[in-house]
């Protein structure tokens, strides 16, 4: 079993940092698929894991002389901090109210809903409008956007930051998957951070966690090198393919998890 846990990390990872997913978007639903972890300890492990491979990809991109635009990547950032922290006490919050299986069924469903308009944006942006934002306010506000839903769905943003970072920066597959990946270093950072504040340091003690970490850096760096290999064109279609691949996995969760609610 811990060879599967590996392997999704590896695989979340090396993805996620190509093309800008994060990983956590695969990580979340795959773990919800195996069934081992309630909703919080799968946002710890998928927080630890996603934050692993941010730090590692992004040192390899500065490495590459990835271009980015700071003043942007600043305030996208801060407003990510300040989101991630936010959506880990929504989440934490609405736990504490319904229980986890509830939670489960509606984190799949508004990811999946996410994950079509996603792909159905993507295979038609030339005929979307565009923006090229410039306003620092309102990067700061598009960034705590982002940090709030990749918090509180437990994904690292990834899929939701490239149509953002697209729609509102203009930008081009290969600098929004660089971009979604410094967010999401924020938005995980400040999660993991709200997750030690509230929880406590037990919160880590997972004995599978070290495992996913370890996927979690070879993902980075694999992902990273790939990033810089394959073109724009290359990440889009690896980014369609995966989409429809998760947006399945979602809805199979959500019908899965209604049938253990209605059996119970």
């Known amino acids: 079993m811990i060879l599967v846990y590996l392997l999704v990390a590896l695989g979340a990872t090396i993805i ?58 600043v305030f996208i950032g801060v407003g990510s901090v300040i989101g991630g922290a936010w959506g880990e006490k929504l989440l934490k919050d609405v736990l504490d109210v319904f229980p986890h299986n509830i939670v489960t069924v509606s984190q799949n469903a508004i990811l999946a809903i996410f994950l079509i308009m996603i792909f159905l944006y993507m295979r038609n942006k030339e ?29 690292g943003g990834g899929p939701i930051n490239i149509c953002i970072l697209t729609i509102f920066f203009s930008m081009e ?54 990033n810089k290999i394959y073109d724009s064109k290359v990440i889009a279609k690896v980014l369609d393919v995966v989409l429809v691949m998760l947006i399945l996995l979602n809805i199979y969760n959500v019908i899965h998890a209604l049938d253990r609610l209605y059996l119970s």
């Open 127 to 155: 005929k979307v409008k565009s923006f090229k934002v410039e306003n620092s306010i309102a990067c700061l506000f598009i960034g705590l956007f982002l940090g709030v839903m990749s918090s509180f769905l437990s994904i």
């Open 173 to 226: 597959p290969k600098e929004a998957a660089v971009n979604s990946i410094i967010t999401i270093l924020f938005s995980q950072g400040a999660q993991l951070f709200a997750i030690a504040s509230t929880r406590g340091i037990e919160a880590f003690l997972l004995p599978i966690l070290p495992v996913m970490m370890i996927g979690g850096i070879l993902g980075g760096l694999i992902g990273s090198k790939f």
């Open 16 to 73: 996620g940092a190509m093309a800008g997913l994060g990983g956590g978007v695969i990580i979340k639903p795959v773990l919800d698929f195996i069934g081992d972890y309630n909703v919080s300890t799968i946002g710890v492990i998928s927080a630890c894991t996603v934050f692993t491979m941010a730090v590692v990809s992004i040192i390899k991109q500065f490495k590459y002389k990835f271009k980015i635009e700071i003043k942007k990547t």
